[in-house]
């Protein structure tokens, strides 16, 4: 069972940073794939960012300048650092895992954590 849990959170005003980490072994242990999405209320979710296994990434062109996706194996994360933030940027934000092969195993479908709210103040 792989139970992703986000952290980092919290309202920050307009130009501010923050960090969200996800934490989903084995995913963030290995090199597998994952993303972040965000849902505003009122919304529907939308994609922020992906990683894959090559470490390659990518984001939309809403955040693309502003925001990093990064992780760290040994820590067992995923982080997405938040450059810039706007109002628009305020919504909650979850990690999800890559359906295929990840750690040995194969997935069929990938998996969502609780999320964590990130509010922006102007």
């Known amino acids: 069972q792989v139970a992703p849990v986000e952290s980092g959170g919290g309202s920050v005003q307009a130009g501010g940073s923050l960090r969200l980490s996800c934490t989903a072994p084995?995913?963030?242990?290995?090199?597998?794939?994952m993303a972040w999405y965000r849902q505003a209320a009122g919304k529907q979710r939308e994609w922020v960012s992906g990683?894959?296994?090559?470490?390659?990434?990518s984001y939309s062109d809403s955040v693309k300048g502003r925001f990093t996706i990064s992780r760290d194996t040994a820590k067992d994360t995923l982080y997405l650092q938040m450059n810039s933030l706007r109002p628009e940027d305020t919504a909650m934000y979850s990690c999800q895992t890559s359906f295929g092969f990840c750690g040995g195993r194969w997935y069929d479908s990938g998996y969502w954590g609780q999320g964590t709210q990130v509010t922006v103040s102007s």
């Open positions: 084995p995913f963030t242990s290995n090199n597998c794939g």
């Open positions: 990683i894959g296994r090559s470490g390659s990434t």
